[in-house]
């Protein structure tokens, strides 16, 4: 051990930086999908981003516009919102913005990035699939007088809420 000096100080000042702070950020560009309610369920996928230093394991964020939150079911940490409802979910039609964002390990918002993907959701009557049978005219002779009957024409719309 050494001997103390009366009078003598000397003042050293540490600052320990955490790298995954304020990490460069790559991120995806924004994806669009279309979803026409009561059909087939659309997945909208996007690619996650790049953190430098690559140990910084990030968390991400989606925003879910409360207009859809019927009819979408996403994960910020899959990158994938999935769209499925029915006809009767027509409160959600329209162009929606669903933002992501991520978080530092530590859990801080990294606000200076974030992406913006849109869904569109379209009414399930607009135009509504529709399934028409139909049957020929049919004539009649009686003597030499004809009679026609008219074709005789059914419409079925898909979904069977739609009015036609």
């Known amino acids: 051990m050494g001997t103390a000096i009366a009078g003598q ?5 540490l600052v320990i930086t955490d790298p995954c702070g304020t990490p460069v950020v790559t991120i995806s560009s924004g994806v669009s999908a ?5 059909r087939t369920a659309v997945v ?8 430098a230093p690559s140990y910084c394991v990030m968390s991400y ?4 516009p409360t207009a ?4 979408a079911t996403c994960s910020a940490s899959s990158f994938k919102c999935t769209f499925v409802g029915t006809a009767a979910d027509s409160s959600s039609i ?19 990035f974030a992406a913006t993907h849109t869904a569109t959701i379209i009414d399930a009557c607009e135009p509504p699939e529709l399934v028409i049978s139909s049957t020929k005219a049919t004539e009649y002779k009686i003597g030499t007088t ?10 079925i ?5 739609c009015l036609l």
Do not use: C, K
């Open 94 to 112: 329209g162009r929606h913005s669903f933002t992501v964002t991520a978080n530092t390990p530590a859990g801080v918002l990294i606000a200076s």
């Open 61 to 64: 964020n989606i925003l879910i």
């Open 9 to 13: 100080e000397l003042t050293f000042n």
């Open 34 to 38: 279309e979803y026409q309610l009561a």
């Open 68 to 71: 859809v939150g019927d009819v």
């Open 146 to 155: 004809a009679i026609v009957v008219p074709i005789a024409s059914t419409f």
């Open 44 to 51: 909208m996928t996007w690619s996650g981003w790049t953190f």
């Open 157 to 161: 719309a898909t979904p069977s809420t």
